[in-house]
Nanobody
């Protein structure tokens, strides 16, 4: 089992920054890829970013590319998401997720490739 706990959400104004963190336990953290997803009210959960097991590869949704940065610290079992230049459309509940290991890199945008999810943290961006 893997336990994931997100933190760092909040209410900010457009143009501000936030840094989300996800503390992981229960499995060797560096074993598998990790991802961030988000879900806005009335919408489906969507991919935000993914990072490979040792952080050498990253991938982003087009909507956040250039504004968000995903990173991980395997020594601290922590996944991070630095969010800059936030927009009202970034408002959502943000979830970190651990993939089932061995997922082809090109499939890490798919929710179905992730076995473990955190409880989510709310990010609200006002205009």
């Amino acid at each position: 089992q893997v336990q994931l706990v997100e933190s760092g959400g909040g209410l900010v104004q457009a143009g501000d920054s936030l840094r989300l963190s996800c503390a992981a336990s229960g499995r060797t953290f560096s074993t598998c890829a990790m991802g961030w997803f988000r879900q806005a009210p009335g919408k489906e959960r969507e991919f935000v970013a993914a990072i490979s097991s040792f952080g050498t590869n990253t991938n982003y949704a087009n909507s956040v590319k250039g504004r968000f940065t995903i990173s991980r610290d395997n020594n601290k079992n922590t996944l991070n998401l630095q969010m800059n230049s936030l927009k009202p459309e970034d408002t959502a509940v943000y979830y970190c997720a651990a993939d089932r290991c061995g997922t082809p890199w090109g499939r890490l945008q798919n929710l179905s490739e992730y076995d473990y999810w955190g409880q989510g943290t709310q990010v609200t961006v006002s205009s």
